[in-house]
C-alpha cells in the first residue's frame, strides 16, 4: 500500500491530490463544519517583539514550543498569515462615539483621507484545529449522489451535534487561550470573510442566524470561479472578467540551520517584503516622491502542520540515528573506511535531538508552508510580486517557487476546511524551528479604541491610537510623557493629542512655559473648538486672579491663597518688617465687602492710613503694571477673557519665567523671579482645585505641561507634578508632560510611577538614553542607546520629525510615526512661537483655506 501511495504521489494522482473540494455544511463562532469533518478555528493576538529583549524572546519562544508540543500535539492544524485593507471609513463610525465638540466631523474625515492615501494593510492570525471526523458520513457521502440526483440531498448540522462541537473547541480554546498567542474563537462572520474573500467578488457576507451561517447563504460563499494556469489562478467575478492573478508558492528548502532574530523568522518577515511596479513613465508626475514607489507585497501564509506525539518522533529520530548508525559502520568496514562527515553528524544530531526530546517540551512536527501572491492589476505584476517574494526569502537562504502544474491542488489545500494536498512537498523538523518563524511576532502598541494618531513603523503595519483621556474609565494612570531632543516633533504630538482630547470635550489647560503653543490654539478655532490664548501682559490683566480662579471652592480658600501669593511678590525688607500682616487684613476686608478681587486688595493697602501697608501696596502695584506681575494682580481690561473651566482649550503662555532653584534661598530671589514664582502659584493653585472639584468630577480634564523641567527645578512645581499624577485617575484629570531631561523627571517617584504612555524620541547622552530606556521598558544597553539615538533620522541622516518609540499602558513599547492628516494643519500646529495674539476675534484662523493632501 505505501508503495501504491509513493508512486501515487510521483505520478501526481495520489488520493489526496484527487480528493473533491471541502463542502461546506455550517459555520458558527469558532466552527467550520464540512460534510467529514470539523474544525475549530481562533484568531490569535500578535505580540510585540520587535523591541522585546533578548530574555524575553526567549521565554516566549519558550512557551510557543511547549503549546505546540503539549496542547497541539497528534492534532492537524491549519495556520494562516491572511492580509486585509484598513477600512478607512470605519473611522467615521468610530469617531461618532468618540467626539462630540467642535466641527468633528470634518476633523475624522480628515484622518480617513490620509488613512486611504497611505492605505495600510491589517493583518490576520487565523488557527485552525481538526477536531474530529463526522460519524456517519461515509453512509451519507456513499449515497450523496443519488440523494442529489433526486433533489433531496440535507447538508443541516443538528442542534446536538453542533453543542457537542462547540464544546470541543471552547475546552480547546481554553488551553490556547493561556499561550503566547492568546487564542479566542474566530467570530462567524470573520470565518465567513475569510471564505468568501478567495472569491475576490464584490458581493455582502451572509449575515448569521442564531450564531449559525448553513444553507444557501453558505453556499453563497463559494460560487467563484477559478481558472487554474500552469503557474498561476485565475479568479473570475460574476460578469465572467478576471478580478485577481493567484499564484501559490512552495518552500521546498530551508538552510540547515536557522536563527532567530534571523532568518529563522521567515513567516514574520512577510510584512517587510515590497516591490516597484512596472509603471509607464507617462503616468508619473514631475514631482513624484520615488518612496511612493515602493508598494507592499503582502503574501500570505497557509501552512498545514502536524505535531507528532513525543513517542512517535522520538522512534522517527531513533530510526534516522541507527541508520546513520549503520551507514557508518558500513562505510569503516569497506576500503574507504571513512564514512564521511555528513553521515557522522546526522547520528550525533540525532543522538541530541533525542536527549532534548527526553529532558523538554520538545518534538518533532511535519509542516507543509505555502505562500500566496495575489495581484488585482495583472499578470505581469502579478509575477513581478513572486520574483520578490522568491528574491526576499532567498536573502534568507530559504528556497521559494511556484508550485507549476500544481496550482489547482495547492490553491484547494490553501482553503480552510480542506486537507492537505501535495504531502511531498514538506519538512519535518523540531518545533523550535516552527515556534522560531514568530508568525505572531511583530509590532503592536496603543490603545485598541481611541483617536487615531499615527501609524507603526515597525515589522507589522496599522495604525497608532492614542488616548490620553481614557485611563480613568479603565481604572488606570492618566500621565503621558513626550521625551527626546528639541526639534523632533514632542511638542507637535502633545498637541494632537491636547486636539483630540478637547474634541473629546475634556477641559485642556495647558501652562506654555517657551512659548510655542498657539498653533494648537489656532486650530482649534479652525476646527470649531473653544480655545483661548492667554498671554501674560496688561491685556490680559487679572486672568490669574486667584479669587476669580478659586471662586468654586469659596472664599476660605482664596482668604489663604492671595496673602501667600502676595507675600512672595513683595520685596523681602517689607515682609522682613511684617508686611504680611496688614495684607491679611487687606484680604479679609475685601472679602467682607463682596466680589473680591486680588487688585482691590492692592489698591485697599494703597490707601490704608497705616505707613506699612501704604508702603506694600505702593510696591505690589508697581509690581502688577509690569507684564508678569498683571495677570494675577493687575486690575482687569474691558472684555477680558476669563479662564473658565468649560470644555475647549485653554493655552495660559508664559514665557519669560525665571524660576528659582529647588535650593535657592528665598531671601536671595530676584524680582523677576519673585514675580515668577507668584504668577506660578495662580497656576499650580487653579491646576489642583480644577482637577478636585467636586462638581466637575464627570468631564474630562487634562494638564499639559511642555518644558517641564521648568516645573521640577522648584519645590512647588515638583509637588504640584506629583500631586496631579497621584489623583489623576480619581479625578478624570489626565498629566500631559513635554520634556528634554529624562533625568530629572526619573527622580519624580510619584510621577514615573503613574506614568501610562511614554513616548520616547531622540537623545544623543548616554545617560538622559539610558533613563528614557527604563521608562519605555526597554532593557538598558548599548544596543537601546544606539536605537533611541537613531528613531529620529532617516536613512539619509537627515530628521525625521514625529518618529518615536511609544511604550503604552500594557508595557508594549514599538516605533510609530505621529501622522498630522493635512499640509494646513502641519503649518497651524508651528511650534515657532507667534508675535501676534492669537486669541482675538475670529479673523484668519476661522477664514483659512480647505485642506490640502499631504504627501507621504
Known amino acids: 500500500m505505501k508503495m501504491l501511495q509513493r508512486l501515487g504521489n510521483f505520478l501526481g494522482v495520489a488520493g489526496d491530490r484527487s480528493a473533491d473540494p471541502a463542502q461546506y455544511v455550517a459555520l458558527a463562532d469558532g466552527l467550520i463544519i464540512t460534510d467529514t469533518h470539523a474544525e475549530a478555528w481562533f484568531t490569535l493576538s500578535s505580540s510585540n517583539t520587535d523591541l522585546m529583549s533578548e530574555q524575553a524572546r526567549d521565554t516566549e519562544l519558550d512557551e510557543a514550543s511547549a503549546a505546540l508540543a503539549k496542547t497541539l500535539a497528534g492534532s492537524d492544524v491549519h495556520l494562516k498569515v491572511l492580509w486585509s485593507p484598513l477600512n478607512a471609513a470605519d473611522y467615521m463610525e468610530e469617531a461618532g462615539r468618540l467626539f462630540t465638540a467642535g466641527d468633528w466631523r470634518e476633523w475624522a474625515e480628515l484622518r480617513v483621507e490620509r488613512l486611504d492615501q497611505i492605505a495600510l494593510p491589517s493583518r490576520h492570525l487565523l488557527l485552525g484545529v481538526r477536531i474530529t ?12 449522489g443519488v440523494a442529489e440526483g433526486l433533489g433531496i440531498a440535507s ?13 470541543i473547541m471552547r475546552r480547546l480554546g481554553r488551553r490556547l487561550e493561556a499561550t503566547p498567542w492568546r487564542a479566542q474563537p474566530a467570530a462567524v462572520e470573520l470565518l465567513a470573510w475569510m471564505i468568501g474573500r478567495e472569491q475576490h467578488r464584490a458581493t455582502p457576507l451572509p449575515s448569521a442566524h442564531k450564531g449559525l451561517i448553513a444553507g444557501a447563504k453558505l453556499a453563497a460563499l463559494t460560487r467563484g470561479r477559478v481558472l487554474p494556469y500552469p503557474d498561476h489562478l485565475r479568479v473570475m467575478d460574476g460578469r465572467g472578467e478576471t478580478a485577481a492573478w493567484v499564484s501559490i508558492l512552495t518552500m521546498t528548502g530551508f538552510p540547515e540551520r536557522m536563527d532567530s532574530p534571523g532568518n529563522g523568522e521567515w513567516l514574520r518577515t512577510l510584512s517587510e517584503i515590497t516591490y516597484v511596479p512596472d509603471i509607464d513613465d507617462s503616468e508619473l508626475g514631475a514631482d513624484v516622491d520615488p518612496a511612493s514607489l515602493i508598494l507592499p507585497v503582502s503574501p500570505e501564509a497557509s501552512v498545514r502542520f502536524r505535531v507528532m506525539v513525543k513517542r512517535d518522533a522520538m522512534k522517527k529520530a531513533d530510526e534516522a540515528r541507527r541508520l546513520a548508525k549503520e551507514q557508518r559502520r558500513s562505510a569503516s568496514q569497506h576500503s574507504a573506511e571513512d564514512p564521511g562527515r555528513a553521515i557522522e553528524e546526522t547520528e550525533a544530531v540525532m543522538a541530541d535531538l533525542l536527549r532534548d526530546m527526553g529532558r523538554e517540551d520538545l518534538t518533532l512536527v511535519d509542516d507543509h508552508p505555502r505562500l500566496i501572491v495575489t495581484s488585482t492589476t495583472g499578470l505581469e505584476d502579478l509575477r513581478a510580486r513572486v520574483d520578490a517574494v522568491v528574491t526576499h526569502f532567498g536573502g534568507l537562504g530559504i528556497e521559494v517557487g511556484v508550485g507549476e502544474e500544481e496550482q489547482r491542488e495547492l490553491w484547494l489545500e490553501a482553503q480552510a476546511g480542506d486537507q492537505l494536498r501535495v504531502p511531498d512537498v514538506g519538512h519535518v523538523r523540531d518545533v523550535n ?8 511576532g511583530g509590532a503592536k502598541v496603543g490603545d485598541d479604541y481611541g483617536p487615531i494618531t499615527g501609524y507603526l513603523t515597525g515589522s507589522t503595519p496599522g495604525v497608532f491610537r492614542n488616548d490620553v483621556t481614557i485611563g480613568s474609565e479603565k481604572g488606570d494612570a492618566t500621565t503621558t510623557a513626550f521625551i527626546g531632543r528639541s526639534g523632533r516633533g514632542k511638542t507637535t504630538a502633545m498637541m494632537l493629542s491636547m486636539l483630540d482630547a478637547a474634541f473629546r470635550g475634556a477641559f485642556v489647560l495647558a501652562l506654555d512655559f517657551k512659548g510655542d503653543l498657539g498653533g494648537v490654539v489656532s486650530a482649534g478655532k479652525r476646527f470649531g473648538l473653544n480655545a483661548h490664548l492667554i498671554e501674560t501682559g496688561p491685556r490680559f490683566a487679572g486672568v490669574a486672579d486667584l479669587f476669580k480662579l478659586l471662586d468654586k471652592e469659596g472664599s476660605e480658600r482664596a482668604q489663604i491663597e492671595v496673602p501667600a501669593q502676595l507675600g512672595i511678590a513683595m520685596p523681602p525688607h517689607l515682609r522682613a518688617r511684617g508686611a504680611e500682616t496688614p495684607v491679611q487684613h487687606a484680604v479679609n476686608e475685601i472679602i467682607a465687602k463682596g466680589e473680591p478681587a486680588t487688585w482691590k486688595v492692592v489698591d485697599y493697602l494703597r490707601h490704608s492710613e497705616d505707613d506699612l501697608a501704604r508702603e506694600t501696596g505702593e510696591a505690589l502695584y508697581e509690581l502688577s503694571q509690569t507684564a508678569i506681575g498683571a495677570p494675577f494682580m493687575g486690575r482687569p481690561a474691558e472684555g477680558a477673557a476669563p479662564l473658565t473651566p468649560e470644555p475647549g482649550i485653554w493655552v495660559v503662555q508664559i514665557p519669560g519665567l525665571s524660576l528659582p532653584g529647588a535650593s535657592d534661598s528665598r531671601e536671595d530671589w530676584n524680582v523677576l523671579q519673585r514675580m515668577s514664582v507668584a504668577l506660578m502659584h495662580s497656576m499650580l493653585a487653579y491646576g489642583i482645585t480644577t482637577a478636585g472639584r467636586k462638581d466637575l468630577r464627570g468631564l474630562r480634564k487634562a494638564v499639559c505641561v511642555p518644558e517641564v523641567h521648568v516645573l521640577t527645578a522648584t519645590k512647588e512645581g515638583s509637588s504640584f507634578l506629583e ?9 478624570s484629570t489626565a498629566l500631559l508632560l513635554d520634556t528634554q531631561d529624562p533625568q ?20 544623543t547622552n548616554a545617560a538622559q538614553q539610558d533613563a528614557l530606556a527604563e521608562m519605555l521598558n526597554l532593557p538598558v544597553g548599548r544596543h537601546t542607546r544606539t536605537l533611541i539615538q537613531s528613531i529620529g533620522l532617516n536613512p539619509d541622516g537627515e530628521i525625521r520629525h514625529g518618529h518615536a518609540i511609544v511604550r503604552d499602558r500594557r508595557f508594549n513599547s514599538a516605533t510609530a510615526q505621529w501622522d498630522i492628516p493635512t499640509v494646513e494643519l502641519l503649518e497651524l500646529l508651528d511650534t515657532t512661537p507667534k508675535a501676534d495674539p492669537i486669541d482675538s476675534e475670529p479673523g484668519e484662523a476661522e477664514t483659512a483655506p480647505q485642506p490640502q493632501e499631504a504627501t507621504v
Not at 155 to 167: H, N
Not at 433 to 440: E, I, Q, R, T, V
Not at 723 to 731: D, E, F, M, N, S
Open 133 to 144: 471526523d463526522r460519524a456517519g458520513q461515509a453512509a451519507t457521502l456513499s449515497r450523496r
Open 433 to 440: 524551528a516552527l515556534a522560531g518563524s514568530w508568525w505572531w
Open 723 to 731: 500631586y496631579i499624577a497621584r489623583v489623576g485617575r480619581a479625578l
Open 744 to 763: 530629572s523627571l526619573a527622580q519624580l517617584v510619584g510621577v514615573v510611577e503613574q506614568l501610562t504612555t511614554v513616548v520616547g524620541f531622540q537623545l
Open 155 to 167: 447538508t443541516s448540522v443538528s442542534t446536538r451535534e453542533l453543542a457537542r462541537l462547540d464544546a
